[in-house]
Each structure stands twice: as C-alpha cells, then as structure tokens.
C-alpha cells in the first residue's frame, strides 16, 4: 500500500508513532530539536528510535535557531536529511547545502503575506507548512491554501480530520498534509485510532 498525498508526522516522541508512520508510508518523521521544547529528542533518543526504521526521512524541526548554531546541532543527527524552521532567512541561507527545507507559519500570519513570498518559496524549492492553533477551516482560509497551492508546494497541519481529508486536499489542491502523534501512555501503548483513521483514508493500492 502507499499514500495518495504527502505526509509528515510532526514531532516524534515515541518509538510508536515512529514505526506506525513509517509502516504507513509516510513521507517524512519529524523531531523537534529545539532543546527548550517539551517535545526535545537529544541524540541518543534519536539514534535509538530511527535505529528501528527505514523508507522514511528524517526532519530536524527548529524555531529561532541561528544558521550555525542549527549546523552545529545536526552534526549529532547525521541521518537527518530535512529541515523545518520558522524563519524563512535562515532556510534561504540553507539552499544548496544540502538538505531539503520546509518554511513553518501560523496561518494568521499566512493571509498577510505578499505573492512574491511564494514565489520565492517555489524557486528555492522549500515546502510551505500552514499550521494554525485553530482546528477548524473558514471559507476564507481554504481559499487563501488554494490561492498558495497554485504558486507553491503547501502542506497542511490544522483543520485536518478524517471526514474532511479527502475533500480538503481535492478542493484545495496542497501538496500534502502533517499530522501529529501523542505521548504513549506507557512503552509501547498509547492510542493511534485518529492518526490510524487519516492514514486509512489516504491509502491507494500500488
């Protein structure tokens, strides 16, 4: 089986949700980086996790880290191969060093911006992910996601469940979707059945 649509699954915390996404085909796993955040994955964490998969990449997630400090970081995470961070600078100066890139902005802050923003996004070849503290969709936000689909690469990481999946990425015409899991109960249980249910709808026969 394989997904109809990009994915990545933001945030890994857990050996669970990596291996459910990685068995699923997604894209991409996420691991926040940023060492303030309660979601941090030191380096061994993260060596032992991504020890256990494969057909899958890596994606370092960064807010506000400088360009060199961010070098520096990924020299202890050798298998990441992505970048995600919320400062478009930075991911500019990035270009051509050999990593893929993914520019992070809530979408409040997305209608504000100029066309030109995606332009350059599209040119540069860094994926735009739309996140939002809101988990619904207004009228206005899918057409301003359309509008930005037509001139970028747009995943979405808000208003996303499993009736509205299918329809959202049809009438909006994104490239993809992230999706995030949940801290495990205990070792190895937790509770997949929403993320589980997205997936499904997503699945194609190869």
């Not at 970028?152 to 992230?178: A, E, F, H, M, P």
Request: aromatic share 6%.
């Amino acid at each position: 089986m394989a997904l109809s649509t990009f994915v990545k699954i933001n945030s890994i915390t857990n050996l669970t949700d990596a291996r459910y996404g990685a068995g699923m085909n997604v894209n991409l796993l996420g691991f926040n980086l940023d060492s303030n955040s309660d979601k941090y994955i030191s380096p061994a964490v993260f060596k032992e996790i991504s020890g256990w998969l494969s057909g899958v990449d890596f994606v370092g997630e960064f807010t506000h880290e400088s360009i060199h400090g961010l070098l520096e970081i990924l020299n202890e995470y050798p298998t990441i191969t992505w970048i995600e961070h919320d400062r478009i600078e930075e991911l500019k100066a990035l270009v051509g060093k050999g990593y893929a890139l993914i520019y992070k902005m809530n979408l409040e802050e997305v209608r504000k911006i100029e066309p030109d923003v995606a332009n350059e996004l599209n040119q540069s070849g860094i994926i735009f992910h739309v996140v939002s503290n809101q988990d619904t969709l207004s009228e206005d936000d899918l057409e301003v996601l359309k509008n930005l689909a037509e001139k970028c690469k747009v995943i979405l990481g808000t208003g996303i469940n499993v009736q509205s999946v299918r329809t959202l990425l049809d009438d909006t015409g994104i490239y993809g979707i992230s999706l995030s899991g949940s801290d495990e109960i205990k070792p190895g249980l937790k509770d997949m059945d929403e993320l589980a249910e997205i997936l499904e709808q997503l699945e194609i026969e190869e």
